[in-house]
């Protein structure tokens, strides 16, 4: 790699499209004729402005945003978003989750803090091994969304059918997934993501939000940063917004753009985690820890006998020249995130660095 950079398997913070990178830092001292970096630029002045217009239009463009769809950028992460979508969208009727893993707990756990929720299916009883069938779910008539975590990140697990919500707004968090496949906006009433697993630097989410569920009776009662209806009437402008990841994310927009969009991403996030599943299914040192149904694009999580032995492999592979293979903290082993901007290259010189590994210990 260019730079002395390494294989950064990071499940986020994670790697950015190197030519977007060189892009940004061409621009660092002097955006543009500006005389100014863009983390030195007041966010109403025209310079910005334009970074702001065309990463919201390239971002419509990309998914193919309807009309009817507001695009906010909000500040405080992914986490923020937990507590956002019941404070918005609960109006007295029940929150309805399906439990998948780390991520859609941690959701769950929040928006009990504002209302009625029903976990309406999981797959906690297999260790978050497989999504759940998700095509009859006992969704009571009151209820005001169902949410999904549509990829969890620690788990390793996506789903390939949305959840039949029985006419309900449809609810998910794509922070580990965003982009990297084709998806139609029109099946959902809020999409959100974190930005720092597929898109830009961490700190920001994007919300994806059909215009009739901003709601007008929370001016009086819910802070006005955590209310949608702030972000969209002032154009995700109320305040100073995150300017230098709103910069960030529209160059990686106008990257997957001239890269073929989102079906192009899809073709090869497929191509590229086929080598490491592949390799996986055949391996008898390591294995995957998802059913092939359900395995995630992004996060690849996997075992080797023992935990002595992956640690191991964590510190080998370090040595290596790879980085951030570790497993979440909360389920352990190993894990390789490679979201879009991992080259194929990556997952191929992980592949050969795992095979040498079990023909030399296992
Ligand atoms: C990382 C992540 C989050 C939390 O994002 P923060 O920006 O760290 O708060 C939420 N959901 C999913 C699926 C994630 O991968």
Known sequence: MKYGRTYNFSAGPAMMPEEVLEEIAAEMMNYRGSGMCVMEMSHRSKAFQTIFDEAKADLKQLMGIPDNYKILFVQGGGTVQFSMVPMNLLKGGVACYVETGAWSKKAIKEAKKFGEVKVVASSADKNYSYVPDCSNLDIPDNADYVYICENETIHGLTY??????KGHVLVSDQSSMFLSRPC???DYGLIWGGVQKNVGPAGM??????????RDDLDDTLPVYLNYKTHADADSLYNTPNCWAIYCCGKVFKYLLKN??????NARNEEKAKVLYDFLDQSK???GAVVK???SLMNVPFVTPSKEQDAEVV?????AGFDNLKGHKSVGGLRASIYNAMPKEGVEALVDFLSKYEKEHA
């Open 160 to 165: 390939r059918k949305l959840p039949n919500t």
């Open 184 to 186: 139609n906006v029109a």
């Open 205 to 214: 989410s994007i919300v994806i939000i059909r215009e009739d569920l901003i």
């Open 260 to 265: 073929g969009g989102l079906e192009a991403m």
């Open 285 to 287: 040192f390591f294995t």
């Open 293 to 295: 149904e359900d395995r």
């Open 315 to 319: 510190a080998a592979s370090k040595a």
